[in-house]
């Protein structure tokens, strides 16, 4: 990482900066709504330059258990492999569909790496996020997630944030969100958490671990919240639009939601966003 203040503050800064330039904007003759649209395509711009610069969002991954260590197991599973599928799955989610994020993994397959170890690891390479995958036991049912007492925010904010995101996909019981002194937790030194997917021992959770789609929907729902929790931004395919009699720069940003710098650094525009009947234009 190129600085040593926290990112959040990088974005504030860099919305400072919008917001002077918007107040320069008002002296001249833009409609209100254009001069709204610009502040936000700037704050917009300020979060994607953050992002797109060194600030890569770095997450360390750690698929509880492995190895000699099965962790919980019933109904015929075992806490390792749910927990290395889970966690897989979330990585190929976040690398395939979103901007400027590195995954490291405690393990990619059936190894079992101490928990001084996984700390360790996620330590020297200093990670954004620890995210720890579990599955439960002991006659429970349905999903609760953990991080260290007293963390404070912003881990709290990420806590609530991703937990609500996998109840969302997961099709578990809310079991709500607690604070639990483990080792995991208490030995990585940035924000961390630590989800607990359901009770392998409960017949109707287990069910559910079985089948991919369940997997996938867990994954997706621990991937929704990370790009919430860390404003991760998606990866977009290139659109291109055919420019018809009546279409401005200004209706094409709304029509595919997108933003008129965007629109005019893709295409090269002039300062009046000039735009010709039958031109192409990419658009996102
Ligand atoms: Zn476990």
Not at 218 to 247: C, E, I, M, P, W
């Amino acid at each position: 990482m190129g600085t040593d203040f926290p990112r959040e503050w990088a974005i504030i800064l860099l919305a400072l900066e919008a917001q002077s330039l918007c107040k320069k904007l008002h002296a001249r003759k833009y409609p209100k709504e254009k001069k709204i649209d610009i502040y936000l395509v700037n704050l917009d711009r300020a979060k994607t330059l953050t992002r797109s610069e060194e600030l890569v969002f770095k997450l360390f991954l750690d698929p509880g258990h492995g190895g000699r260590d099965p962790g919980a197991t019933g109904n015929g599973l075992k806490e390792k492999d749910i927990t290395l599928r889970i966690a897989r799955q979330i990585r190929t989610l976040l690398v395939n569909n979103y901007q400027n994020v590195s995954v490291k993994m405690s393990r990619t397959g059936d190894s079992y790496p101490t928990l001084v170890s996984r700390t360790n690891a996620a330590n020297a390479w200093n990670a954004d996020f620890f995210l720890s995958i579990h599955i439960n036991s002991g006659n429970g049912e349905g999903f609760e997630s953990y991080i260290y007492p007293d963390s404070g925010s912003p881990t709290t904010k990420y806590q609530r944030t991703i937990h609500q995101e996998v109840i969302k996909r997961s099709d578990l019981k809310n079991r709500g969100i607690k604070e639990a002194d483990l080792h995991v937790l208490r030995e990585s030194r940035m924000p961390a958490l630590l989800t607990e997917n359901g009770f392998i021992d409960r017949a109707s959770d287990a069910a559910k671990m079985k089948k991919n789609s369940w997997i996938e929907d867990v994954a997706q729902g621990h991937v929704n919240g990370l790009a919430k929790a860390f404003g991760l931004v998606r990866k977009n395919s290139v659109t291109y639009h055919k420019v018809a009699k009546g279409d401005t720069v200004y209706s094409l940003s709304k029509e595919y939601h997108t933003s008129v710098q965007k629109i005019k650094e893709w295409n090269n525009l002039d300062n009046d966003y000039t735009i010709y009947v039958g031109e192409r234009l990419r658009v996102k």
